[in-house]
Every structure is written in structure tokens, then in C-alpha cells.
């Protein structure tokens, strides 16, 4: 397993505008429920912790999320404020994050190493960590799909391009 690589210098630096978290989470938002729409086994996989509140904090990033996924919502809160109720929290360096998402590491050993803490009701972030694993997600092909052409390809390839340089894993790699 690669150790995870914090967010790049130039991205740490910029200013997040203050307007940001209610954007980020209107778009997150719509990301999620294109994804239940094409996954509904998440949501059923999730089972009673469907109605659990997730703290997902990208500890290198300017947001913290809660995921609610019955109500299909993904909401950003700025970093610094207090965090949103919660019955469940996940934290880690996005690197870990997209990595465990698409496969490229183990959830399991992204817990142990320590890369990835857990807090609260942990069965949930099981079930949760076990739901994303079945559905084999790919980040980029959801963001892809939600453009059409000529915009999705190139989307891919910038995306493609990003993994590259920075060393995150961007997409589903397929062994």
C-alpha cells in the first residue's frame, strides 16, 4: 500500500470563497443522488444505517461533509465551524478516501494503518464502507456521465491527467 499523498501546495493555499460550502453541497448533493439513482443496492445495502448522519472529514480539505443517505443529501460545512450532528465519522486525507473508494486500497487496512479513523457508531461505517465496495464506484464516470459530449471525454482525459500528476486515484482501476 502507497502512502497517501496530501492535497498538492497550490490547492492548500487557495482561498476558499464564502460562499463555497452551500455550492459545494448543492453539487455534492446532486452527485449523490445520481449515484443512488444508479446504485439503488447502496441504499438497500446500508440497511437500518441508511438513516445514519456520516461525518466524512477530508482532513486536507476546506470542507467537512454529512451524508445522509436516505435523504440522498450531502452536505458541506466550512472547516473551523462547529460540525454538524452526527452518528458516525470517518477522517482521513482525501488521497485515502478516493483510494478505499475505488478499490485501489483496503478500507480495512486504511483503518488500521491509521490513514482512516472512525468515531461514533462504527457497525454504520462498516455497513457504509461495505455498501461503496459492492457499488465499485468510479468517481470520474459519474462525473463524466453528468455532461455529454464532447464536454464528458474531455473530462475524463483532464481527470486522467490530474491522476497522473498528483498520484490520487481518480477512477476505478481495474486488476
Do not use: C, K
Amino acid at each position: 500500500m502507497n502512502p497517501p499523498r496530501p492535497l498538492p501546495p497550490l490547492l492548500r493555499r487557495l482561498p476558499v470563497p464564502p460562499f463555497s460550502p452551500s455550492l459545494a453541497g448543492l453539487a455534492l448533493t446532486a452527485l449523490l443522488r445520481r449515484i443512488a439513482r444508479q446504485n439503488p443496492a447502496i441504499l438497500s445495502r446500508l440497511g437500518p444505517y441508511g438513516a445514519a448522519r456520516f461525518l466524512i472529514d477530508v482532513t486536507d480539505g476546506p470542507f467537512l461533509l454529512l451524508m445522509e443517505p436516505q435523504r440522498r443529501r450531502l452536505t458541506a460545512t466550512a472547516r473551523g465551524a462547529p460540525p454538524p450532528a452526527h452518528d458516525a465519522a470517518i477522517r482521513g486525507r482525501l488521497a485515502a478516501f478516493l483510494a478505499m473508494l475505488h478499490g485501489a486500497d483496503d478500507g480495512d487496512a486504511l483503518f488500521f494503518s491509521g490513514d482512516l479513523a472512525i468515531a461514533g457508531d462504527t457497525s454504520a461505517v462498516l455497513a457504509l464502507r461495505n455498501a461503496l465496495d459492492d457499488a465499485e464506484l468510479d468517481l470520474t464516470g459519474e462525473l463524466a456521465a453528468l455532461f455529454s459530449p464532447p464536454l464528458d471525454g474531455w473530462l475524463r482525459r483532464a481527470l486522467a491527467l490530474a491522476a497522473r500528476r498528483s498520484g490520487y486515484v481518480l477512477s476505478r482501476q481495474e486488476v
